[in-house]
């Protein structure tokens, strides 16, 4: 995902429904983004990426919210990665297209935003990915 939506130094990475909060880790620590944002709803997973991030010392690069991914504001984003249910990703289509800047790539593991013409789409290891850009 982290490759195919070519992370930068300048990149500020949102992760909504970021889980353990890998994607969070390799961006800043293997791609060197930046800054990114995790929102994680669920106080398990959230508890464990929190856990995740504490032991890597991460937290000058990385920032959690245990927080409605809905809630987040992804006006500084530059990239939005996803891994969510279709019906998640339509729900979640106004807001993107509502705050996100110009120029933002989403990326979106197995599920399309329906609607949006990827800019590009592959297959990996029996998984699509969809890269958009707004």
Same mark, same amino acid.
């Not at 992804?74 to 990703?89: G, M, P, Q, R």
């Not at 729900?91 to 996100?100: G, H, M, S, T």
């Given at each position: 995902?982290?490759?195919?939506?070519?992370?930068?130094?300048?990149? +500020?990475?949102? !992760? %909504?429904?970021?889980?353990?909060?890998?994607?969070? &880790?390799?961006?800043?620590?293997?791609?060197?983004?930046?800054?990114?944002?995790?929102?994680? &709803?669920?106080?398990?997973?959230?508890?464990?990426? %929190?856990?995740?991030?504490?032991?890597?010392?991460?937290?000058?690069?990385?920032?959690?919210?245990?927080? !409605?991914?809905?809630?987040?504001? #992804?006006?500084?984003?530059?990239?939005?990665?996803?891994?969510?249910?279709?019906?998640?990703?339509?729900? #979640? *289509?106004?807001? &993107?297209?509502?705050?996100?800047?110009?120029?933002?790539?989403? &990326?979106?593991? !197995?599920?399309?935003?329906?609607?949006? *013409?990827?800019?590009?789409?592959?297959?990996?290891?029996?998984?699509?990915?969809? +890269?958009?850009?707004?």
């Amino acid at each position: 995902m982290l490759e195919l939506g070519k992370i930068t130094t300048n990149d +500020v990475v949102y !992760d %909504l429904g970021c889980g353990d909060g890998r994607i969070l &880790i390799a961006t800043v620590k293997d791609f060197y983004a930046k800054r990114a944002v995790g929102y994680e &709803i669920n106080q398990s997973l959230f508890n464990t990426a %929190l856990n995740n991030v504490k032991k890597l010392n991460l937290f000058d690069r990385i920032e959690l919210f245990n927080e !409605d991914l809905f809630k987040a504001d #992804l006006s500084k984003a530059n990239v939005v990665t996803l891994y969510l249910t279709s019906w998640a990703n339509e729900k #979640l *289509k106004p807001k &993107i297209e509502n705050e996100a800047k110009s120029g933002t790539r989403i &990326i979106s593991h !197995d599920f399309e935003v329906h609607g949006w *013409k990827p800019k590009l789409e592959e297959r990996f290891n029996g998984h699509t990915l969809y +890269v958009y850009e707004i």
